[in-house]
């Protein structure tokens, strides 16, 4: 509730209904005054963010103290005192993946030093290894330009790794491979339009030069598991359902359970999850900072809690018994895993394609 003074007049202006105490029975409107101040409007927005930050930092002692209990008490109709779960969920998601994002960011330096290293390392043999298999036909314009771009590139070439799908041959017979992007593209180019790979193929190679070490050393892969990274808070968010689905399945015979109240149940484990992570990787960066062992058994304690916080989680909102309660946690981590497994296929493909 506000602080500011209410209007003499008791219809709503929000939908003219007649009010009856502070607020409008019809819509929540507060029936007060419309005319405020720059202090009142500084005043409001302090109460609100201090009521938000009281509402969450209540909630999540909640969880952590209770576990179980405030999606038990939101499902209930008690939820004046905590904060929405949506609400809650979407803040500390943000904060957790904005603190992520931040402490595995990559070094390009560091990376593409690491790249131009292992280049200059096997270069020489790759050479070598290409003149041999070259023999006697090396006097084949092709192959002996295919010989000078692998000289002269930085990027390492490995004849075991490429395989059959860097096989080509042109429109006047010449065969030869595909050392990179372009050279691939040129050829392409070169082929009457009825006898060019189709757009599946062309993905496919643009993924193989962009992701396989033979052409571009860790970069292509650490470009990849950036993009999965990346997409995680998606995948996460798109998992919730499917986690809120295997509750409703497990506890099919629980009728007085709807699907909303699993769902409930699944968006205050997510905060708690996302907290319990924050605890785990500021304390691992810690360790790696400091060295002390303390940091390292606070890191192995946090990961230990996640699952015995989910079971007692079980325990406490179904209210079944602990062997029953038990064997439905064993299935319910086992379920769930393989959806993140098929999710994460799904976004890491989606990832792949999108180079």
Known sequence: ???????????????????????????????????ESFWTLTSHFVYDL???????????????????????????????????PIRMYLFTSAVFFLLFFSLNKSHPNERSSTAVQLTQEDRRKMAAELQAAVGHTAADSALQGMIAELRDTTKRLSLESIGRINDYTTSTGVRGRYVSQEKYDSVQHALPPAKRDGWLTRRIMAMNFTFNPAYNGTKGIDTL?????????YMLFVSLPFFALLLKLLYVRRKNFYYSDHAV?????????????????????????????VFSILRSLFLLAWPVYLFIEMKKFYGQGYLKTFGKFILLNFLASLVLGILFFIFSVISAFQV
Request: aromatic share 14%; glycine share 8%; with cysteine.
């Open 1 to 35: 509730m506000s602080h500011h003074h209410e209007r003499a007049d008791k219809e709503c202006l929000n939908c003219h209904a007649q009010v009856i105490g502070r607020f409008c029975h019809v819509c929540g409107q507060e029936n007060i005054e419309t005319k």
């Open 50 to 84: 201090l009521h938000f930050d009281g509402q969450f930092f209540h909630t999540l002692g909640a969880l952590f103290r209770r576990p179980g209990f405030v999606a038990r008490e939101y499902v209930a109709g008690k939820r004046a005192s905590y904060l929405h």
């Open 225 to 233: 598991k950036e993009m999965i990274v990346h997409r995680l808070p």
């Open 265 to 293: 149940f699944t968006l205050y484990h997510y905060i708690l999850s996302f907290v319990l992570l924050l605890l785990f990787f500021g304390s691992s960066g810690l360790h790696t900072l400091t060295g002390w062992r």
